[in-house]
């Protein structure tokens, strides 16, 4: 009854602190499972692929493009509706829709069942990232907002770690008794309690409540008009690129860096292998997006072009470790190079999903959302994944599985480049756009 007295206390243009602590935790467990959703098929490749009997170019397109087309072309017309309609609803049912077809997984005989999952998924998870985004955005000033981002950032490990966890507990007494169906199943019927959770308990704050107070001034846009005034901003373009061709890296490493592992050492422990690395997950690619997020913060209320350099800087960190990672000799060598390389790759996080939504206008934030992770998949989810794994197919003509791996992800590797000059060019332009997005809130506020 307490609990129920604290809910109706809240109002839809004011946050309590409590409240609002409670529901960026919901949202990081939410994105946490949408991890969790992505990062298993990975985690679990070596046994799915023997199971469909899978190359590594069809393993490729399963854990990227046939999952990343359709989740990047339906989170536009969602995101368009977010915009407009019950951000909670849309999240709510999108969550529930990715869980289910999570489960369905569990079921395919084939690649092409299993590739029809993968895109039933997709489509469920487009409706998970712009109204979070949008829903936080209205909870937080712009001060502030580089933070909570990089905190509901931190679903990425969790949901990581929460993947290698129930894959630890769930995989039976020994590594040659791994029932990939059973753990999709678990994870999928547990995503669609929680669905249930998010729609009992989760309330839809009102649009622009940091900037300005009255909802029903706030002009909302056609979507042709809302497209073409995120294009107008380099700043915004810069960094859609930058995390782009950054996590295009990271997904090819996730997508065959458990596969590369048991290559390099068939005799290790396949439990303790799932269990050591979703604790390095959740604990140094959290710290690094954390850190990162804050870092951002306060760095950038001195210089604004932090939220350029800082991204910039660690990705340029990120590109040796990540070689030196591929070509270590021992498991336990790897480890301690995935363990630096997590923790710099989450620094990006907070900072670019900052720009996303400060950089965009109100009524549009939910949009800006889409059409970065548009760009972010159609570039990093569906073509790592899969360009990795055609590497791999091209170079085991000539070599090992181990050395293929180890070509294939060290080309790869190279896309950090162009993602550290992307955010260079953001330090070099966001002072002016972000100046001219507060003006322009500015100028909305007033006119509402």
Same mark, same amino acid.
């Given at each position: ?38 990062? @298993? ?51 709510? @049912? ?284 159609? @570039? ?69």
């Amino acid at each position: 009854m307490s609990c129920l007295r604290w809910m109706i206390m809240v109002d839809n243009k004011t946050t309590s602190k409590n409240y609002r602590t409670f529901a960026i935790i919901l949202l990081t467990i939410v994105y946490g499972f949408n991890f969790i959703d992505r990062q @298993i098929v990975g985690i679990l490749a070596p046994f799915i692929q023997k199971d469909l009997g899978l190359t590594n170019t069809e393993l490729g397109l399963l854990i990227g493009l046939a999952f990343a087309i359709f989740y990047t072309l339906v989170a536009i017309p969602i995101a368009w509706l977010a915009d407009r309609y019950s951000r909670v609803n849309i999240l709510s @049912i999108a969550l529930a829709t990715w869980s289910g077809f999570t489960a369905l997984t569990g079921f395919a005989t084939n690649f092409i069942q299993i590739g029809i999952a993968r895109m039933g998924v997709g489509i469920g998870e487009a409706g998970g990232s712009p109204p979070s985004h949008s829903i936080i955005s209205d909870m937080y000033p712009k001060e502030e907002r580089a933070s909570a981002l990089g905190i509901y950032s931190m679903g990425i490990p969790l949901g990581i770690m929460a993947a290698y966890f129930a894959t630890a507990m769930l995989m039976g007494a020994s590594g040659e008794e791994v029932n990939w169906r059973r753990i999709f199943i678990f994870l999928g019927l547990t995503g669609v309690a929680l669905a249930a959770i998010v729609k009992l308990t989760l309330r839809e704050p009102s649009r622009g409540a940091m900037e300005f107070n009255d909802q029903a001034q706030i002009k909302k846009p056609p979507f042709m008009e809302s497209l073409k005034a995120l294009l107008k901003i380099p700043a915004w373009w810069a960094m859609c690129f930058g995390i782009a061709f950054g996590s295009f890296v990271s997904y090819a490493k996730s997508a065959f860096h458990t596969k590369y592992l048991v290559a390099l050492d068939p005799s290790y422990d396949f439990q303790t292998l799932v269990i050591i690395l979703g604790i390095i997950n959740g604990t140094t690619y959290a710290g690094g997006a954390f850190f990162g997020a804050r870092l951002a913060d306060k760095w950038g209320k001195k210089d604004i072009r932090a939220y350029g350099w800082l991204p910039a800087i660690s990705i340029a960190l990120c590109l040796p470790i990540a070689i030196g990672a591929w070509w270590s000799t021992s498991i336990e060598m790897n480890l301690i190079f995935t363990t630096l390389f997590l923790l710099f790759i989450g620094v990006y996080l907070g900072p670019s999903f900052a720009i996303a939504q400060t950089l965009a206008p109100i009524s549009m934030r939910a949009m800006s959302t889409a059409l970065f992770f548009f760009i972010l998949n159609m @570039i990093a989810l569906g073509g790592g994944p899969t360009f990795a794994g055609w590497l791999i197919d091209v170079f085991k003509e000539n070599y090992g599985e181990v050395e293929s791996i180890r070509y294939a992800m060290t080309v790869t590797s190279l896309l950090f480049i162009p993602s550290i000059i992307s955010f260079m060019v953001v330090a070099r332009v966001l002072p002016k756009d972000w100046a001219e997005a507060e003006k322009k809130n500015l100028q909305l506020a007033k006119s509402s």
